[in-house]
């Protein structure tokens, strides 16, 4: 499910953890930042700690 306006802000709010699902990946990460073009999520495993996604990527995603 693509979260609407609302259901982004308020997991904003909370940096949830969320799982991104893009065509070719499933990334799962707290959720640090939106934007109308990015998702940014704190990823725990990663060297980089951020990863930084396009929107419009966005296939699916859960919380």
């Known amino acids: 499910m693509i979260p609407t306006d609302m259901q982004w802000n308020a997991l904003l709010q909370r940096h949830a953890t969320v799982t991104v699902t ?28 951020f990863e930084v996604l396009n929107r419009a990527d966005v296939r699916d995603m859960s919380w």
């Open 22 to 49: 893009l065509d070719d990946r499933k990334i799962t990460g707290d959720l640090y930042n939106v934007t109308d073009e990015q998702v940014i999520l704190i990823v725990q495993d990663k060297e980089g700690l």
